[in-house]
């Protein structure tokens, strides 16, 4: 009787095994469905990035304002009646940089 009980026992591990561990087991199915999640996150990024890249391209084919949005800022380009004006910040005073520097003397003679 007792090796009947463990003949049944070992064939039911037999039979549990392929469902778990097999080919095409509930683990194996766990992970594809996971592997699936995450391509539809990468997916659905990519997507987005499209729709962008096409209203892009829509706005250069159909519209002038971001052709001359993109030369004006890319090639700094202007109108023949307009004046360009470019403002740079005013140099340092040097008092102001040695200010900054560490002291290089010898000190204690």
Known sequence: MKILGA????????????LWLGKGGWLRAWQ??????NQKVNNWKLEARNAA???EVRDL???TEAIEERARYELGLTRPDE?????????????ALSAE????????Q
């Open 7 to 18: 003949v049944l026992i070992a064939l039911i591990v037999l039979i549990q095994y392929p």
């Open 32 to 37: 594809i469905e996971n592997d699936l999640q």
């Open 53 to 55: 890249l096409a209203a």
């Open 61 to 63: 084919k159909q519209g």
């Open 83 to 95: 004046i360009f004006f470019q403002f740079q910040d005013p140099p340092q005073p040097a008092r």
């Open 101 to 108: 520097l560490p002291e290089q003397g010898i000190q204690g």
